[in-house]
């Protein structure tokens, strides 16, 4: 996948589209991934021992990871992303101003 947890990104298919948020969560094998406040879902959720407090919970769902892009601070937009080797490891910078992200 070209995204990783904890990574900046920019929704740039469907209803949430423009949204910037972290990611949460990667799903490798199902190709999707948890941004942080899209693609909200509400979920009635009845009162167990562990959740004593029932009502109605809203959480994200799962995207597809190619509705994503990473998301350049400095060009301020979601950018392609090329390999660079800098100190002997291999990073990820932005095509348009070469910003190690």
Request: charged fraction near 30%; include cysteine.
């Amino acid at each position: 996948m070209h995204v990783k947890k904890g990574d900046k990104v920019v929704v740039i298919a469907g209803s949430d589209k423009g949204k910037i948020g972290k990611i949460l969560e990667n799903m490798p094998k199902k190709n999707r991934v948890v941004v942080e406040n899209v693609n909200m879902q509400t979920k009635h959720q009845k009162q167990t021992k562990e959740m004593q407090q029932a009502g109605i919970i809203t959480k994200e769902g799962t995207i597809s990871s190619s509705n994503v892009m990473l998301y350049c601070d400095k060009c301020k937009s979601g950018v392609r992303t090329e390999s660079k080797i800098e100190n002997g490891k291999k990073v990820r910078a932005c095509k348009k101003c070469g910003t190690v992200l």
